[in-house]
């Protein structure tokens, strides 16, 4: 394999006219620029480049030798890569960068590529000059055309290149519940699995020649962005190397400053201007996904950013024409909101996610920060109150409903769905804080669990829903509603050991019939094989115990002729009542699941903390990377 200048990433000497340049970068209020802000338009801060600075990079960098060949024989079947992000971009409701900025380079590309056959010799060095010398630069007055000129075709770099191959990943993670297997090279075939994985390797390597060159452009966080969705489908967000990478992100959106607005005399073209919203606010829920789920600080601190709403226009009018498109921002409300039509844009996702991530900011807050007790109970009801308010704030076509399921395609409801759950999960967070420091609160955080539960049994009942949809959103259970269910049945098992009513507006009826219906769901047949999955049934068989115990225990006239057990002053159940009347009421008799070393002993979760705690403790933040598949 040749070993030229055109295959390594760093030769010894530069090749003539191959200067590395860096791109400039975002500097704050407070930094040694600042002195000069008038003059600031007509200053860059950039890495002093010497002759031979790639010998340097050479000495700390991987050797990519053989590396760039795979990547231009990786590139070679643009074609499948242009119908995988095709049909992405139809398929997903996810979708953060505008399709046009994606779908039509890549056809230009594609004709470029046919229309000049570029052999594989000259083509590394190629796109690695146009990586290392051309700056990403763009103007207000700057057209789709000319930014794509920039990047694709004659001008194509690595960072659209690991692009590609991110976003063609993604599109084959989609249809890895199928079939389907893909070919690199004409030959050898690929599950979808296989498939995604070598396309995440490839856009790694990507990344990491970027890094060489020192650039900070909107193509590399879309990359970043990107490969962090596509490798956390792969390795689970929790991987350490996930978690490092999208410190990575964070870094490039704070050196372009994407967390600022533009100001008025910005430079930045309109429709770059709203997808560097739409990254920004992806990258922004994502960021609060992470720090929930890891209980750790946030990156992303919105007391740090002031970046608006994207506008709720579709992709395609972000691009057209300029009289097209002032016809459709006057047809948004005050506030940005488009109209329903009959769907949900992609900008309309992104724009309840972030409204609905600002305030999980502020309740990772509450939980993380230090504070005494007293203080937080003004900020607790204040931030409910805020919850509310925003809530109401969306319009109503866009708010989740039982009759979703009818009015909708399952994609649709299940988006609805989706982001009523996180704006649920907010409040349910905000009851938990307050019930651990006012146990009187304990009404207002199982009515919060309860419509949790509630608004995914509406999910669980549409059993003719297809596999790969079932299978795509299982962690909608595992992450909003066990939790929520498990908080009501450790509830209410304590409260009928300890013969007090329910706090719960609830009836005691519908309770067990929605938890029921949430525990049948994972005994069906046929259900889709996950690590999600697999970690729910883990969960329900203690929901399975703890409802089963509850509707075991002897009532009045039994409890007086019944032996005490254990060291809590609980008779023992009657053996003939259990099966008489707790098997069919849920499924599952007690006895179906025996005891392991992860599941607790009912009798040991008096609370519903006791609950939550105990699953904080499964460790199944290793191990579950649907949570965060969705960008």
Same mark, same amino acid.
């Given at each position: 394999m040749s070993?030229?200048?055109?295959?390594?990433?760093? $030769?010894?000497?530069?090749?003539i006219g191959l200067t590395s340049t860096s791109q400039p970068t975002y500097l704050g209020s407070t930094s040694?620029?600042?002195?000069?802000?008038?003059?600031?338009?007509?200053?860059?801060?950039? =890495?002093?480049?010497?002759?031979?600075?790639?010998?340097?990079?050479?000495?700390?960098?991987?050797?990519? =030798?053989?590396v760039f060949p795979r990547l231009i024989q990786l590139l070679r079947p643009l074609r499948l890569y242009e119908d995988l992000v095709t049909d992405e971009y139809h398929r997903s409701p996810?979708?953060?960068?505008? +399709?046009?900025?994606?779908? =039509?380079?890549l056809k230009l590309l594609r004709s470029h590529w046919d229309k000049e056959r570029w052999p594989q010799e000259g083509l590394v060095s190629q796109i690695t000059q146009s990586t290392a010398t051309q700056l990403v630069k763009v103007d207000a007055n700057m057209t789709t055309d000319q930014f794509y000129h920039i990047f694709t075709g004659a001008n194509l770099r690595w960072e659209f290149v690991g692009l590609i191959f991110a976003l063609a990943g993604l599109g084959a993670s989609a249809s890895s519940r199928g079939s389907q297997l893909f070919s690199l090279n004409g030959k050898d075939e690929l599950s979808a699995d296989a498939f995604a994985? #070598?396309?995440?390797?490839?856009?790694?390597?990507?990344?990491?020649?970027?890094?060489q060159y020192d650039n900070v452009n909107d193509l590399v966080v879309w990359l970043n962005y990107t490969f962090f969705v596509l490798a956390s489908n792969m390795m689970g967000e929790t991987s350490h190397h996930i978690y490092a990478q999208f410190g990575d992100l964070v870094s490039c959106i704070h050196a372009m400053g994407l967390h600022r607005p533009d100001p008025p005399e910005s430079s930045v073209p309109f429709f770059l201007s709203e997808a560097r919203k739409r990254v920004f606010a992806a990258s922004y829920r994502a960021d609060k996904n992470i720090a929930t789920f890891l209980g750790r600080p946030p990156r992303l601190l919105y007391h740090f950013c002031d970046v608006g709403l994207p506008l709720d226009i579709d992709d395609d009018s972000l691009v057209g024409d300029r009289l097209s498109l002032d016809k459709t921002i006057r047809q948004l409300t005050l506030d940005g909101w488009g109209t329903f039509n009959g769907g949900l844009r992609p900008a309309t996702v992104i724009r309840l996610r972030y409204m609905v991530a600002m305030l999980r900011e502020k309740v990772l807050g509450l939980s993380l920060e230090r504070g005494s007790v007293g203080s937080r109970q003004n900020e607790l009801q204040a931030t409910y109150q805020e919850c509310k308010q925003m809530w109401d704030r969306v319009p109503s076509e866009f708010h989740y409903s039982k009759h979703s399921w009818k009015a909708l395609s399952p994609h649709l409801a299940i988006i609805r769905l989706v982001i009523h759950l996180e704006y649920l999960h907010t409040l349910f967070q905000i009851e938990r804080i307050r019930c651990n420091e006012l146990p009187d609160s304990m009404t207002d955080l199982l009515d919060s669990a309860m419509q949790i539960v509630s608004a995914v049994t509406d999910f669980a009942k549409h059993r003719n829903q297809e596999d790969s949809i079932r299978q795509q959103y299982t962690w909608i259970f595992l992450f909003y509603t066990l939790p929520?269910?498990?908080?009501?049945?450790?509830e209410l098992h304590h409260c009928t050991v300890s013969r007090v009513p329910l706090p719960c507006s609830i009836p005691r009826s519908r309770i067990i019939r929605d938890l029921s219906l949430l525990v049948s769901w994972f005994e069906s047949g046929n259900q889709p094989s996950s690590a999600a999955h697999q970690a729910c049934v883990d969960v329900t068989k203690v929901i399975t115990r703890l409802l089963n115990d509850?509707?075991?225990? $002897?009532?009045?006239? #039994?409890? +007086?002729?019944?032996? #005490?057990?254990? =060291?809590?002053?609980?008779?023992?159940?009657?053996?003939?009542?259990?099966?008489?009347d707790?098997?069919?009421?849920?499924?599952?008799?007690?006895? +179906?699941?025996? #005891?392991?070393?992860?599941?607790?002993?009912v009798d040991a979760l008096e609370t519903s903390e006791d609950f939550l705690n105990w699953l904080d403790e499964l460790g199944l933040d290793t191990s579950v990377p649907e949570f965060f598949g969705c960008q």
């Open positions: 070993t030229s200048c055109g295959d390594g990433i760093v $030769p010894t000497e530069p090749p040694f620029m600042s002195a000069f802000h008038h003059d600031r338009q007509h200053l860059s801060l950039s =890495t002093p480049k010497i002759a031979y600075a790639s010998t340097l990079h050479k000495a700390w960098s991987a050797d990519f =030798t053989h996810f979708t953060v960068i505008p +399709a046009p900025l994606i779908l =039509t380079p994985m #070598q396309m995440a390797a490839a856009s790694h390597a990507c990344i990491e020649i970027c890094r929520a269910a498990g908080v009501v049945a450790t509850t509707l075991d225990y $002897p009532s009045g006239g #039994q409890m +007086a002729a019944g032996a #005490q057990h254990g =060291t809590g002053n609980r008779p023992a159940p009657n053996s003939d009542d259990r099966g008489r707790s098997s069919h009421l849920i499924g599952v008799s007690l006895n +179906a699941y025996e #005891q392991s070393g992860t599941s607790p002993n």
